[in-house]
């Protein structure tokens, strides 16, 4: 699987913006770039996905290299609520239609 | 917002056991998921479904796995003799089709303690 390399942990204030890197060198062209967030005791939960283009949804933006090999999430206005684990996750076509999670970042964010 | 079900939310089951973990997928989703996370640990595909039969299946899925689409809702993954390993958050997911470029919905997970 096309593997992806994200900093094990960031601190972020309440109320300023967020930006998670990640790394994914080996990305092949059709892989789609996908994050996801794991709140402590709950299930993941989908953020944001891109494939070439710079997304913008209601919960975060998702800025993507042009040569694809990394990918930032961005958090506009981090809240206590954005305290969780962050996945940045590739679909890879040629592995078939499952997600592998790495070990994500853990997000603190201080009051 | 539709969402992905899942029941019991906790069980405490005696090793040797069978197990039962119930899911109701997004209605008009046509691929469904089961995933597990040990304790501390990553969240691990276990087996992929469409159309009544398992798609993919990881190593971790062996023969005390099984799943089932009992009805037009459910989507049931089987333990037949639970051990203590595992242990484990189990989570459901769906989604509409199996295309990279999909969204995966998950649960809220069952929680599986074998003693």
């Known amino acids: 699987d096309a593997k992806t390399t994200q900093p094990n942990s960031m601190e972020s204030n309440e109320e300023e913006p967020v930006h998670l890197p990640c790394n994914h060198s080996?990305?092949?062209?059709?892989?789609?770039i996908h994050w996801y967030r794991q709140l402590p005791s709950q299930g993941p939960e989908y953020v944001i996905h891109?494939?070439?283009s710079n997304v913008n949804n209601r919960m975060a933006s998702l800025a993507i290299a042009e040569d694809r090999k990394s990918s930032t999430l961005i958090l506009h206005r981090a809240t206590l609520r954005d305290a969780a684990v962050y996945y940045c996750?590739?679909?890879?076509?040629?592995?078939?239609?499952?997600?592998?999670f790495g070990t994500g970042t853990s997000l603190t964010v201080i009051p | 917002e539709p969402e992905v079900t899942q029941t019991p939310s906790h069980q405490v089951t005696q090793m040797g056991q069978e197990v039962i973990l119930r899911c109701v997928p997004i209605?008009?989703?046509?691929?469904f998921y089961w995933y597990r996370q040990i304790l501390g640990q990553k969240v691990e595909f276990l087996v992929s479904?469409?159309?009544?039969?398992?798609?993919?299946k990881s190593e971790i899925f062996d023969d005390q796995f099984s799943v089932e689409r009992p009805d037009g809702s459910n989507f049931t993954l089987k333990i037949r003799s639970t051990k203590l390993e595992d242990s484990a958050m189990y989570f459901c997911?769906?989604?509409?089709?199996?295309?990279?470029?999909?969204?995966?919905?998950f649960g809220e997970g069952s929680w599986l303690t074998v003693v």
């Open positions: 997911a769906s989604s509409v089709t199996p295309l990279t470029g999909n969204t995966i919905y």
């Open positions: 080996t990305i092949s062209g059709t892989d789609y």
């Open positions: 891109g494939l070439t």
């Open positions: 996750i590739l679909r890879d076509i040629n592995t078939g239609n499952q997600f592998y």
């Open positions: 209605s008009n989703h046509l691929y």
């Open positions: 479904f469409y159309n009544n039969e398992i798609s993919e």
